[in-house]
């Protein structure tokens, strides 16, 4: 039986969706290890729309599934739909819609909250004891959700402030390398900073979303 | 010295743009072997948007480098002002934004002209007998551009009305599996079938990419 994995995307572009390397690395590193994955996603406008070569805000909407059907080349199901009883586990990418669109901590801090949908996947994926996967800034959806669970996460390189963050959030912060997974065992989450890191070679976001996915893996 | 590609992008997703795996992997393996690479996209907008998810037509305009930036993450100069002189090699991941943007093949069929900028690019490149790399639909780009040239070029398995095309236009077909690549050493060309070939796995789209980053590269 092969294993099935669930990722979840917003959008398709670093700045108001998903990251697309992280994304695409996340969907490389399944298929080499012979998994099977399904991409969702809320079948919502996301929080904004920026301009990736300026940095200035956009005017428009996008939704967040057709945006991401760019990345899975069309095979994005809506995440109302994903059963986590279906899946072996479940890999968040990161980018700014992570801190956008999965939750609404890039505008409210950590007294954010995460989407119905996204948190209904991480309790089921949760209870079931189903390992979860996140990058870059996603672990921060999952300190969000899991408030005061003590988890142990990476957001990168030691910096006070996302440390403390988590601290008030009740959770652990384990400084990591790009090419590093944080790995808690207990709570079945793995984690691995990317482009949290500022301006990493891209082969090297590569080397620690393959080993997150390996990790992963290896505990279902 | 560290090796320099340049990579012509036209937009972000397969259905109007650069295919995304496609771009994503040629970045990674040039990064991996140690070269510097600069995207450069035309300022200008796509031919079309389309819903990825759908397939059907949207309304708006997006411009082609302004979505490329989704992809190289805000590092994409103006396709006018790459200059062949300071670079080692020209890399053109496909999608069907290579068929509609760089030019319209899509629309026109061998009749088609491949636009000012991108020939003023394939002129620069193999004057200077600089490697070209082609990848998926892209190398129709070439097909178009160096017509009666008698390339040697791959669109994937062997089929029957592309292999007339690439013959009416003057050059020869070689099929290839999605792990494969079609080396002109005469011409100084690489091609690789990737998404021609249907619903290919992703890491096998990455291993004949990462194959033509490195036959590129040993050309240089």
Redesign the interface.
Not at 201 to 204: D, L, N, Q
């Given at each position: 039986m092969k294993k099935k994995i669930a990722v979840i995307l917003c959008g398709?572009?670093?700045?108001d969706?998903s990251e697309?390397?992280e994304s695409?690395?996340t969907?490389?590193?399944l298929?080499?290890h012979g998994a099977d994955f399904q991409c969702f996603a809320q079948d919502a406008p996301q929080a904004d729309v920026v301009?990736?070569?300026?940095?200035q805000a956009m005017s428009?909407t996008r939704n967040q599934?057709?945006?991401s059907?760019?990345?899975a080349?069309?095979n994005?199901k809506k995440l109302s739909d994903l059963d986590p009883a279906q899946f072996d586990a479940l890999i968040l990418p990161g980018g700014f819609g992570a801190a956008k669109n999965l939750c609404d901590y890039a505008f409210k801090g950590i007294s954010a909250t995460v989407k119905p949908e996204v948190a209904h996947a991480l309790d089921g994926f949760s209870k079931l004891k189903k390992p979860i996967g996140a990058i870059c800034i996603a672990p921060m959806v999952l300190a969000l959700h899991f408030k005061g669970k003590g988890l142990h996460l990476t957001l990168g390189s030691a910096d006070a402030d996302l440390e403390a963050q988590l601290k008030n959030l009740g959770h652990h912060h384990k400084a990591c390398k790009v090419t590093e997974i944080c790995v808690d065992e207990a709570s079945r989450v793995v984690s691995t900073p990317a482009?949290m890191h500022e301006n990493p070679?891209?082969?090297?976001v590569?080397q620690g979303i393959t080993k997150l996915v390996g990790s992963v893996l290896s505990m279902i």
């Open positions: 398709s572009g670093f700045k969706g697309i390397h695409v690395f969907l490389n590193a298929s080499e301009d990736c070569l300026s940095g428009g599934r057709v945006e059907a760019r990345i080349r069309g994005v482009y070679a891209i082969h090297e590569n």
